[in-house]
């Protein structure tokens, strides 16, 4: 591919990911007028309550200071304290990070849980950073928002190139900070320190479980069945590793390098051996593709698990499956959406299919604060009770209202937060 249309694909990508809350804000919208809200509600939940940016200073390996910004976002804390991850990458937006606490704020809502939303991120390339220059930079950003979060007013955890390692340094600066023991301030933490059993894979989990609903309600056999997963960090391998233990086949996955593609279905045991921590492998293939390429080959199942803004206006009439499944924040745009609806493409949203990380979440907040700890069974018992319960919630509002699944999950979200808001006197309708 020659190097203009290189910069043009980068760009247009870029293009889709700097909407995010546009992206938001206008389903917000959308939904709060099927529901018949005034538009005082839309005009509440559109931005964040709080917005915090912060300047970090961490000493460098070289012995020199670099400053990072950092960013928290509250979106609605109505219905509980303020929950969700911190991302570190380099793309971070102030703009896409009020998106995602509002994102946060439906999917606590979809799920019934007692939070609202909320996230954090840093511009920063942990890729390029040393453990110990992590450590500082982790510890640095909780100084830096100390002051407005904790386990009763906002619970931060993992997001995308963060992981338990980093809560625990995090929760080793809060608790030095506040001078007392306080597990329930974060989640996604190691179990050594309090975490649950199943966080570390409950996103693909919900993701995978949210599947097997799909394929239910479509009479589909999952052994039958051929997946596309764009993603090979936490969400995407662990549930490439599920479906193919399950006898799906995975005829694609891709990381940020490049995507692999085998229509007879890839060895997916050997690909999780062989991926790096940053869950890189596309570069020990020379027959490896391109994501835009992987995204537009023919399954029955695509599921985007990476980034946002991935499906957008420029590949939606491309994309060659029957079933979107979003396991990533925000990976199909609006445009792309209306599109995929007029293909007859079910789209499941983002809000609904990979909240299994945040409920578990809320199960490690519950096993924290009552300092008594759950099985292995017991947790993935209530985490496939509660997506199986948000999956029917959903499907049946579709219906009810005539809506796609997306409208659907944020009429949901949006029911819960505004109840609230308008019970403790914030919103009048
Ligand atoms: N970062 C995850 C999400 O986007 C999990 C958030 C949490 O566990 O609080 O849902």
């Keep these: 591919m020659a190097i203009n249309s290189l910069n043009q694909k980068k760009q247009e990508e870029l293009e889709e990911k700097d909407n995010s809350l546009l992206e938001f804000q206008e389903t917000l919208k959308e939904a709060v007028e099927v529901l018949n809200y005034p538009t005082q509600v839309f005009e509440f939940l559109k931005k964040p309550m709080r917005f915090l940016e912060v300047s970090i200073p961490v000493k460098m390996d070289n012995g020199q200071v670099e400053i990072f910004t950092g960013y928290r976002a509250q979106h609605n804390d109505a219905t509980g304290p303020t ?12 703009e896409e990070v009020k998106a995602l606490a509002g994102w946060m704020s439906l999917k606590c809502g979809v799920t019934g849980l007692p939070y609202g939303g909320a996230k954090g991120g840093i511009i920063c390339d942990p890729r390029k950073m040393s453990f110990d220059e992590l450590e500082r930079l982790s510890r640095g950003y909780v ?7 904790g386990p009763t007013k906002d619970i931060p955890a993992p997001d995308m190139y963060t992981n338990s390692q980093i809560m625990a340094w995090m929760l080793d600066e809060y608790d030095h900070i506040r001078e007392f023991d306080s ?6 933490k190691p179990i050594a320190l ?7 894979t409950a996103t693909s989990k919900g993701v995978l479980y949210t599947l097997q609903m799909v394929c239910e309600k479509r009479k589909m056999s999952l052994i039958d069945t051929r997946i596309i997963i764009q993603g090979f960090g936490n969400v995407g391998s662990y549930l490439a590793q599920y479906l193919y233990e399950l006898g799906a086949k995975v005829i694609g996955i891709s990381d940020v390098l490049g995507g692999l593609y085998d229509e007879n279905g890839l060895d997916i045991p050997y690909l999780m051996e062989n ?35 991935v499906i957008n206006k420029h590949n939606a009439k491309r994309v060659n499956c029957k079933i979107v499944i ?6 199909t745009t609006k445009e792309a959406i209306q599109t995929l609806d007029e293909r007859s493409i079910l789209l499941v949203p983002d809000i609904l299919a990979n909240a299994g990380g945040v409920v578990v979440s809320y199960f490690e907040w519950c096993q924290n604060n009552q300092g008594y700890y759950w099985t292995e069974e017991e947790v993935d018992a209530r985490l496939k009770d509660k997506m199986a319960a948000s999956f029917t919630n959903v499907y049946n509002t579709a219906k009810k209202y005539g809506v796609n699944m997306k409208i659907a999950a944020y009429i949901e979200g949006i029911q819960k937060v505004a109840e609230a808001s308008r019970l403790r006197g914030w919103l009048k309708y």
Excluded: M, W
């Excluded at 020379?286 to 990476?306: F, G, R, V, W, Y």
């Design 143 to 149: 100084r830096a928002v100390s002051q407005i979060v």
């Design 194 to 200: 309090g975490g649950s059993k199943g966080r570390e």
């Design 83 to 94: 929950k969700g991850g911190i991302r570190f990458h380099p793309d971070v937006t102030p």
């Design 183 to 188: 597990p329930g301030f974060i989640t996604g």
């Design 326 to 331: 979003e396991a990533a924040n925000g990976p």
């Design 275 to 309: 991926r790096d921590s940053f869950g890189i492998v596309s570069n020990r293939y020379e027959n490896a593709i391109s994501n835009q390429e992987l995204l537009e080959k023919e399954c029955d199942i695509l599921i985007p698990a990476a980034i946002s803004g």
